[in-house]
């Protein structure tokens, strides 16, 4: 994976797979601008103490520059802010990973429309979706002036798994595949100027709320199967990053325009890991084995 010379934005890389995808694009040597709202100085709505600085330093760290800007992808002017700091210091922009989202507090699981908090529900719908459109009406007409730029729309779920199961709040099930259908929209316009969109979901990713809640670390995350058996298919931010640092450095990733991908499908046709050196196929292995019933083996899977 080569990306000397590109340049990146992660919107959304404060933690979780954009925190992952930022440091895998950094390693790969692109520069690599993060963007969420909370820094050392100041906390989201999020309440989380993950900061886009933190990001940063990762990816520096990892080979390539992280160049941490705060930016609300809900405020129209400070989008046009970003993107007009990252024409004027790089003069490009090869890859936007619009991964903004920010609403897991959000969600009532379980709950039909009519029970659930209605204005929980429109601010998923604004955190999932307006940002999204926001940062790509302003960031895609710099990422078209070079042939070969990538958008990657980040989701949760494959097109085919959320086709076929309800994701438990009407509100969580439209905005993710509202956005594997963006993606597809945005390639049938990408396509003329010789760029690819795509959707990508990682698996049943070990984020920073994710071990939390489990009460474990990246280190000992494999104690959290005792509780938890199918915590086997786990996979850490980075194998989701090394999806998007694979289709980034693919000079025929045209191919996948319109797709919506997977972490594990993608780990199979590129033939990357994850950190500790599987590549695990969650969204295979949850409809055959956890949703199935079956007691959890990652046999196969991983």
Same mark, same amino acid.
């Given at each position: ?18 925190? *992952? ?6 390693? &790969? ?7 969420? !709202? ?6 989201? =709505? ?17 080979? *390539? ?19 007009? !700091? ?20 959000? /969600? ?6 009519? =029970? $659930? ?16 459109? +926001?940062?790509?009406? $302003? ?13 990657? =729309? ?8 959320? &086709? ?14 509202? /956005? +594997? ?48 058996? $199918?915590?086997?298919?786990?996979? @850490?931010?980075?194998? /989701?990053?090394?999806?998007? &640092?694979?289709?980034? @450095? ?7 325009? *319109?797709?919506?991908?997977? @972490? ?17 196929? &969650?969204? $295979?292995?949850?409809?055959? /084995? ?13």
């Amino acid at each position: 994976m080569k990306l000397e010379g590109k340049v990146a934005l992660v919107a959304g890389g404060t933690r979780g797979a954009g925190r *992952g995808i930022a440091i895998e694009l950094a390693a &790969a040597g692109a520069t690599v601008y993060v963007t969420g !709202r909370t820094t050392r100085e100041q906390q989201s =709505e999020y309440l989380r103490p993950e900061t886009i600085e933190e990001t940063a330093e990762l990816a520096s760290a990892a080979g *390539g520059a992280g160049i941490a800007v705060q930016v609300d992808h809900l405020i129209v002017e400070q989008v046009e802010a970003l993107i007009e !700091r990252i024409r004027k210091e790089q003069g490009r922009l090869d890859i936007l990973v619009n991964d903004i989202w920010g609403g897991e507090n959000l /969600v009532e699981w379980n709950k039909p429309v009519w =029970e $659930h908090d209605l204005s929980k529900g429109l601010r998923m719908m604004e955190l999932g979706l307006n940002t999204h459109l +926001i940062t790509a009406r $302003h960031a895609l007409p710099l990422l078209i002036e070079k042939p070969g730029g990538l958008l990657v =729309e980040m989701t949760d779920g494959t097109a085919s798994y959320n &086709a076929a199961n309800y994701r438990l709040s009407p509100y969580y099930d439209l905005v993710k595949n509202a /956005v +594997i259908r963006m993606a597809w929209a945005h390639a049938q316009d990408l396509a003329k100027h010789k760029a690819t969109s795509v959707a990508l979901t990682p698996g049943w990713m070990r984020s920073e709320m994710m071990l939390e809640i489990f009460t474990v670390t990246e280190d000992t995350w494999r104690d959290a199967c005792e509780n938890e058996p $199918h915590f086997a298919i786990s996979e @850490s931010p980075r194998y /989701v990053g090394r999806a998007v &640092a694979a289709l980034a @450095s693919d000079p025929d990733r045209a191919r996948w325009n *319109g797709q919506a991908l997977s @972490s594990g499908d993608l780990a199979k046709h590129y033939s990357f890991t994850d950190v500790d050196g599987s590549q695990p196929d &969650a969204w $295979h292995y949850i409809p055959d /084995v956890a949703d199935a019933g079956k007691p959890a083996d990652v046999t196969g899977y991983r």
